[in-house]
């Protein structure tokens, strides 16, 4: 997956309430320079979405966090993505487009913990958009999935001592854990465990990093 910048714009300040996933409307050769021209032709500064994603999985940045033109009343609130395509004609969507859809949805999650992921139309202002066959249903779930790749300590580490409500989270998180919890019940409890698993396993080395602070 290559994130290419068509816009060069630096960062916005909005924090987006939900990522917004629309398509093109036309074949899946498609463009981003298409979509700038389209939206240009409009009356448009320039291509109204957040990146757009070709059908070889190319992630282009155009407006970023910044205020979007494409998705009418929530411009300003929504992170919009397109895929070229045309997904009420086509039945899937390409793999390589696919994995760079999920990669990013993952990313910008991380980044928006509260955005809620969407599809245009939930907006009521398009019919099908992203096309009628857009399996939203899957994207919800591989978005949802943890990577299960073990951190390395160093890694853990250095996430944690840069992110201070990350320590607060990770403490208050030990100090509730019980002896006789075992792994499933904290799976229970405190469900997103992937990290936190990490961060048991590793807890003698953050408390000597808590001590020698
Ligand atoms: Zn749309």
């Given at each position: 997956m290559r994130i290419l910048d068509y816009l060069n714009l630096p960062e916005g300040e909005m924090i987006p309430s939900a990522i917004v996933i629309h398509h093109s409307?036309?074949?899946?050769?498609?463009?981003v320079d298409d979509i700038d021209r389209w939206h240009r032709e409009k009356?448009?500064?320039?291509?109204?979405?957040a990146e757009v994603i070709e059908a070889d999985g190319d992630v282009w940045l155009c407006r970023?966090?910044?205020?979007?033109?494409?998705?009418?009343?929530y411009n300003t609130i929504t992170y919009n993505i397109c895929l070229c395509g045309n997904f009420d004609t086509n039945n899937y969507v390409p793999s390589e487009q696919w994995k760079s859809l999920v990669t990013r949805v993952k990313q910008l999650k991380e980044k928006y913990p509260n955005a809620v992921i969407k599809m245009h139309r939930h907006y009521g202002n398009t019919e099908n958009c992203p096309g009628k066959n857009f399996p939203f249903q899957k994207l919800l779930e591989e978005v949802k999935k943890v990577d299960k790749v073990d951190k390395s300590w160093k890694e853990i580490l250095r996430e944690v001592s840069t992110d201070p409500d990350k320590w607060v989270e990770v403490i208050e998180l030990l100090s509730n854990?019980?002896?006789?919890?075992s792994i499933l019940d904290l799976y229970d409890t405190l469900g997103d465990l992937y990290i936190h698993r990490d961060t048991l396993r590793y807890l003698p080395l953050l408390i000597e990093k808590i001590y020698n602070k």
């Open positions: 409307l036309s074949s899946s050769s498609t463009t009356g448009w500064r320039y291509v109204g979405y970023k966090n910044r205020v979007q033109a494409a998705n009418y009343k854990i019980k002896e006789s919890d």
